[in-house]
Structure formats: C-alpha cells, structure tokens
C-alpha cells in the first residue's frame, strides 16, 4: 500500500506583515509588545526606534531604543533612512528603515510600538501588510495610577503625558483594532489571537495556490 501524501500547512509561503500597538503613555503598549517580540514562538521581530529623548534608568541603549542627539536625528532624516518619524511629547521618534526592508524581504513579520502619527506614516507606504491595535486604559484614573507606579518619568512629564493621552485616545477609530488593557492576560491572549487570524488571512498567503494545486494533483496521472 502507498503512503497517503502529507501535504505541509505549516510551509505555505506568505508575505511578512507589519503589527503596529499605539496608545496614551502608560497604556501598556511597550509591556505587550516585549512580551510577544520576546516569545520566541510568535517569531517577531522589534523594531527598535531611534529617540532623541533622555534614557530612562531602567533602559539600555541598543535594546529599548538607539538614544542619539537631535543632530543625528535630522542627518537619518535626510539621508531618508527612517521608514516614518514624529515628534511626541516633545522629543523626536523614528523608525530605522533598513531592518525592516531586510525582514519583511524574508518573509517575516515585525511588531513596532509607536504613535499614531508614525502608524499614518508606515500605512500610507506599505498598505497591504500593515495591521494595527490601539491599546486603551480601562479608565484615565488607572492610566495615571500606572504612570505614577512606573515610577519612570518627572512628575511634571506625567502631566504633560496625560494632559496628551486625552488627545492620543481620539485616534483610536484609525485602527483595525482596539485591546481594552485591564487585565494584562486577557489583552496578551487578545495581541496573540490579532497575529494568529491576521497570518491566516487569505491574501497574504503566497503559497496557497501552489498547495492547493499540489492537493488536487494527488492521484491524476498515476
Ligand atoms: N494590565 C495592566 N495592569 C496593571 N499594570 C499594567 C498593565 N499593563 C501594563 N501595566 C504597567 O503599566 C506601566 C505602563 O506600561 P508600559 O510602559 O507598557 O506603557 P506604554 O503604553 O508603553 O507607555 P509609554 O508610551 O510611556 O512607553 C508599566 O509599569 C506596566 O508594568
Ligand atoms: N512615530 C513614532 N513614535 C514612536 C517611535 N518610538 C516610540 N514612539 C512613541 O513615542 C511615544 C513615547 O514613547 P516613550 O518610550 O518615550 O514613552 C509612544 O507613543 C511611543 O509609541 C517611533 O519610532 N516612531
């Protein structure tokens, strides 16, 4: 007896995507992004951003963003080597654009975390491959509360951070999706669930005539 042929799901080719969280400062779009980029079973890519904002004490330099002077952050500018860039809170943001030419080129798939300015920016250039979450607080109480238990920033930078959240949450109805961030399970199981439908999704799937067609070959011409 011939052995059935075992086609291969998992092999079916697809274009990588780009998943983009945006949200008011301390809604927890940095906790969600780390924790799915560091999954290694989501195979994600971070892109890390260049900043022209002080380092925090908690952050490194290379792996949370590429702290530069605003002067190197205008020569990127020029020389057209950031994918989108804003200025946010008062300092300067940008995608680098090389490591994200090199992985969508793969096929694989990368996770930024950037505001809603940038997230315009990055749709308008790569439309198809783009899919983007809004994470919102449950309240604007719980959103200082977790600003001021981050402990991170000046009091006066809380402020200002908040005084832009009211204006920052109005950009939700721009994306394809939105996490309520109560309970940190339930909207990392939402995050993963986004990526899941969104990889399944039929016109990103290169490869699925060629495994349909290998499916219906089975047993003509033998
Ligand atoms: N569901 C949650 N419940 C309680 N605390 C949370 C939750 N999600 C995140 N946090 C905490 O809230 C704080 C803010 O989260 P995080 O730094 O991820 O926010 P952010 O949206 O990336 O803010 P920013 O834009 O300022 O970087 C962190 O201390 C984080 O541990
Ligand atoms: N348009 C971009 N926005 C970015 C980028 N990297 C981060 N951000 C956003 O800036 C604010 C503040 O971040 P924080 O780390 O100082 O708290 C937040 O909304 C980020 O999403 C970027 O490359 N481009």
């Known amino acids: 007896m011939t052995e059935p042929v075992r086609h291969r799901p998992d092999a079916i080719a697809r274009r990588g995507l780009i998943l983009i969280l945006s949200s008011p400062s301390g809604a927890g779009k940095t906790t969600l992004t780390r924790a799915i980029a560091q999954d290694g079973g989501w195979g ?45 809170h008062g300092n300067f943001y940008g995608t680098p654009r090389r490591p994200v030419e090199r992985v969508l080129s793969a096929g694989r798939d990368m996770i930024f975390d950037i505001d809603y300015q940038g997230t315009r920016q990055v749709r308008a250039k790569l439309t198809d491959d783009v899919v983007t979450v809004f994470i919102l607080p449950p309240s604007m109480a719980e959103l200082r509360q977790r600003l001021e238990r981050r402990a991170e920033d000046s009091q006066a930078t809380i402020e200002k951070r908040l005084e832009n959240a009211r204006h920052e949450i109005q950009r939700w109805s721009e994306y394809d999706y939105v996490i309520v961030n109560d309970d940190l399970q339930n909207a990392f199981t939402a995050l993963q669930s986004i990526l899941t439908a969104e990889r399944l999704r039929r016109t990103r799937r290169t490869g699925l005539a060629g495994f349909v067609e290998g499916i219906l070959s089975e047993g003509q011409g033998s």
């Open 44 to 88: 994600l890519d971070l892109s890390i951003s260049v900043t022209t904002r002080a380092r925090r004490p908690s952050e490194i330099d290379g792996k949370h963003y590429h702290f530069i002077e605003r002067e190197a952050f205008e020569d990127l500018r020029a020389r057209d080597d950031l994918l989108e860039w804003a200025e946010v």
